[in-house]
């Protein structure tokens, strides 16, 4: 099973490219679907994404007929509403289910439409005043994740390397720590040593913002998570690249 997480920049040249990954499942960041190609639609018929008036896209689900992708029962709530996370359920080869997400978490000022129904002192990281948009989508997929087999990924905006080596005073590396304890396992970070760059905007220090997360079941069966840099360093389709990842199915 091969898996795509990638901000493509709403433009049709990334769909296309992404045609050309064939993955099983794409998790998406600023898609336009009114830019996706018919080819797009025909071979991934299952999307779950939440319709967005304001930007035009937003975050998107999109997955291969057999794995059965529906979207997450209950209704989106918070940043769901605003387009910022997507979230649904597919059916692995063995008939397990899992929780699949989609992610995008801007560096914007919290309000009380993304915070949605929660408290901000019980989701922000501890060492911080007030939380930030990754809080609030973590928060939102641990819900449903927890005891779950799970898929997490997107552009969570936040980098270990970023913040320890230009601003000390940072305590983002928390973050990653407390999904540490939750069970999470860094796809990326399993088999690499250091971060690797997944952000290319002309002018701006190369991070890595963007990070797929899974649990430790799904985790032993994952066989690689790498960065393809070519669309965003050669090809400038996106400002973000994507990570691939493959497991067995």
């Known amino acids: 099973m091969r898996v795509v997480s990638w901000n493509m920049a709403h433009t049709r040249r990334s769909w296309e490219y992404l045609a050309e990954l064939d993955p099983d499942i794409a998790l998406l ?23 967005v008036d304001t930007w035009g896209w937003g975050s998107a689900i999109l997955a291969k007929p057999a794995l059965e992708l529906s979207p997450y029962p209950g209704g989106p709530d918070g940043m769901e509403i605003q387009g910022w ?5 597919i059916r ?41 948009t990754f809080d609030i ?33 940072s305590r983002d590396i928390d973050f990653f720590d407390r999904a540490a304890a939750d069970g999470w396992v860094d796809c990326y970070r399993r088999d690499h040593k250091h971060e690797g760059q997944t952000w290319f905007r002309a002018g701006n220090l190369g991070y890595q913002f963007d990070h797929v997360f899974c649990d430790e ?19 400038r389709m996106s400002d973000h690249a994507p990570l691939t990842l493959r497991f067995d199915d």
């Open 29 to 51: 960041q600023e898609a336009n679907p009114s830019l996706a190609p018919a080819l797009v639609r025909e071979r991934w018929p299952d999307w779950v994404m939440w319709p």
């Open 85 to 89: 996370i997507a979230t649904g359920s």
């Open 92 to 132: 692995l080869a063995d008939g397990e289910s899992a929780i699949v997400g989609s992610v995008h978490a801007p560096p914007f000022r919290i309000t009380e439409q993304f915070l949605g129904r929660h408290n901000p002192d019980a989701i922000r990281l501890p060492r911080y005043r007030v939380p930030r």
């Open 137 to 169: 989508a973590y928060a939102t997929l641990l819900e449903r994740v927890r005891g779950r087999r799970f898929i997490a990924g997107g552009d969570w905006n936040i980098s270990r390397d970023l913040w320890r080596v230009y601003h000390p005073e």
């Open 217 to 235: 079941v799904t985790s032993a069966s994952m066989r690689s998570c790498e960065i393809d840099a070519h669309p965003a360093s050669c090809l």
